[in-house]
């Protein structure tokens, strides 16, 4: 099952890379699946694609350096053309909850900044309703006063053991029963003091390229 799942996110990212074209800004996003995109782009690289790309983390730079690919900061750039970039649950509505990795708020950025944000998956990754534990990156200082703050949201907090942010931060995993209104929770949590960000991502995905068994679909933006 591993296996095929890792196959269902290699078989996205390929279709991604598909958009990139010479001489665009390319968002590259943190995790498994983004990996498997960031790769492509190196091997397409040494063919002789020209491309300058924006990592979304530490991680991620290391893994693009590697592979060849010309990376800059986003602040030399007041746009990023194409961001490809993994979630860890995506719905109907292709709002997505992101952090499983720890990269939320540079992903949120550079989501941010770009002309078109496309989001590859397997397709376990779309559900009806949210359940994946949502990430909120907080500071270090009064973290458990702004724990207490997101239990009076609904949430149960915990902190992810020995793990620090490229911020400098830390993630509070946040259980729940359900989120009703994804954006204005989105507004409240960025509202409480200590909340650097939070992994709900509200109207940033274009595209979502899923990678299922037979074939990819791709989800647009109604």
Sequence with gaps: ????????KKKAALEAVKQIKDGMIV????????????????????????IVGIATSKQSEEIAKEAGIKIADINDY????????????????????????GALLREKIVASCSRKEVIIVDES???????FPLPVEVVKFGWKRTAEKL?????????????ITDNG???LDCK?????????MEEKLNNLPGVVENGLFINLADEVIVGKKERTEILKKK
């Design 151 to 163: 239990k009076k949201l609904g949430f149960e907090p915990s902190i992810r053991q020995g793990f």
């Design 1 to 8: 099952m591993l296996i095929l799942m890792e196959e269902l």
């Design 78 to 101: 007041e746009e990023i053309d194409l961001t490809i970039d993994g979630a860890d649950q995506v719905n109907k509505n292709l709002n997505l909850i992101k952090g499983g990795g």
């Design 169 to 171: 931060n830390y993630i």
């Design 125 to 131: 990754k779309i559900v009806e309703n949210f359940s």
């Design 27 to 50: 968002g590259l996003g943190t995790g498994t699946t983004a990996k498997y995109a960031i790769l492509e782009i190196g091997r397409m690289v040494k063919e002789g694609l020209d």
């Design 176 to 184: 729940y029963e359900k989120i009703e209104d994804e954006k204005e």
